[in-house]
């Protein structure tokens, strides 16, 4: 059946840049032969919607009306991968913002969840440019469709893992209500408590799933003795 806006999909993908360099993929081999692993990374494919902006323009839109098991490739300008560099996303700041008042150019920070590269410093100002790397450039993606996901479990599953990094949470379907154990170490993450309005939103609108219920469970430690 062709895929249609609002399909939930896993998809294996390879992000090369025009001469060939790897930037993203999510095949292990591949990622390690081109010296872009990462122990953070998931890998074995990744569940997206198609058409909600789970990856670039470019490729969302090559996915509508393909199969489950299609393998194709496409190259994909600027404005419809990772934009056209930005003005406004490159500023001036005093490096009395970094640690011990030094910046350095190539320097990597983060600020209010951006992420920037130092690219000037004169003086006792830096520029720094929160511009993506790959702003102003074209992509070549080669992508295979792996399958349709069917279930509400592994459709939440997927996205969940897409969100958090974490694959696998315990998920209960009882009617339309949805019971997602979420791990502790995540109830605090930044990133997290953005991104589980918009899960729950995702998921609403394209099963029939009536209710999200994330759920927290701290157990009491039971320390054991020691026989003498």
Same mark, same amino acid.
């Given at each position: 059946?062709? !895929? %249609? #806006?609002?399909?939930?999909? #896993? !998809?294996?993908?390879?992000?090369?840049?025009?001469?060939? =360099?790897?930037?993203?993929?999510?095949?292990?081999?591949?990622?390690?032969?081109?010296?872009?692993?990462?122990?953070?990374?998931?890998?074995?494919?990744?569940?997206?919607?198609?058409?909600?902006?789970?990856?670039?323009?470019? !490729?969302?839109?090559?996915?509508?009306? %393909?199969?489950?098991?299609?393998?194709?490739?496409?190259?994909?300008?600027?404005?419809?991968?990772?934009?056209?560099?930005?003005?406004?996303?490159?500023?001036?700041?005093?490096?009395?913002?970094? #640690?011990?008042?030094?910046?350095?150019?190539?320097?990597?920070?983060?600020?209010?969840?951006?992420?920037?590269?130092?690219? #000037?410093?004169?003086?006792?100002?830096?520029?720094?440019?929160?511009?993506?790397?790959?702003?102003? =450039?074209?992509?070549?993606?080669?992508?295979?469709?792996?399958?349709?996901?069917?279930?509400?479990?592994? %459709?939440?599953?997927?996205?969940?893992? !897409?969100?958090?990094?974490? =694959?696998?949470?315990?998920?209960?379907?009882?009617?339309?209500?949805?019971?997602?154990?979420?791990?502790?170490?995540?109830?605090?993450?930044?990133?997290?408590?953005?991104?589980?309005?918009?899960?729950?939103?995702?998921?609403?609108?394209?099963?029939?799933?009536?209710?999200?219920?994330?759920?927290?469970?701290?157990?009491?430690?039971?320390?054991?003795?020691?026989?003498?």
């Amino acid at each position: 059946m062709a !895929l %249609k #806006k609002g399909d939930f999909i #896993k !998809l294996n993908y390879t992000g090369r840049m025009e001469d060939g =360099k790897v930037f993203d993929t999510t095949d292990e081999e591949v990622a390690k032969a081109e010296n872009v692993h990462t122990t953070q990374g998931l890998y074995g494919g990744d569940v997206v919607i198609v058409g909600y902006g789970h990856t670039i323009v470019g !490729l969302d839109n090559e996915l509508v009306g %393909k199969d489950a098991g299609y393998e194709g490739q496409v190259t994909v300008a600027p404005e419809n991968a990772f934009g056209m560099p930005r003005e406004d996303l490159i500023q001036s700041v005093s490096t009395s913002k970094f #640690k011990d008042g030094r910046a350095q150019i190539g320097m990597v920070i983060e600020q209010d969840g951006r992420q920037g590269v130092v690219t #000037k410093v004169i003086g006792r100002r830096a520029t720094i440019d929160f511009n993506s790397v790959l702003a102003g =450039k074209t992509v070549v993606y080669d992508f295979k469709i792996e399958a349709v996901l069917e279930t509400s479990e592994d %459709k939440i599953k997927g996205l969940f893992a !897409l969100y958090t990094g974490i =694959k696998d949470p315990e998920v209960t379907i009882d009617g339309g209500v949805a019971g997602i154990e979420i791990p502790t170490g995540i109830t605090f993450n930044q990133r997290w408590l953005f991104m589980k309005g918009k899960l729950a939103d995702e998921v609403l609108k394209n099963t029939d799933l009536k209710e999200i219920r994330y759920i927290e469970t701290v157990k009491k430690e039971v320390k054991e003795e020691k026989a003498e």
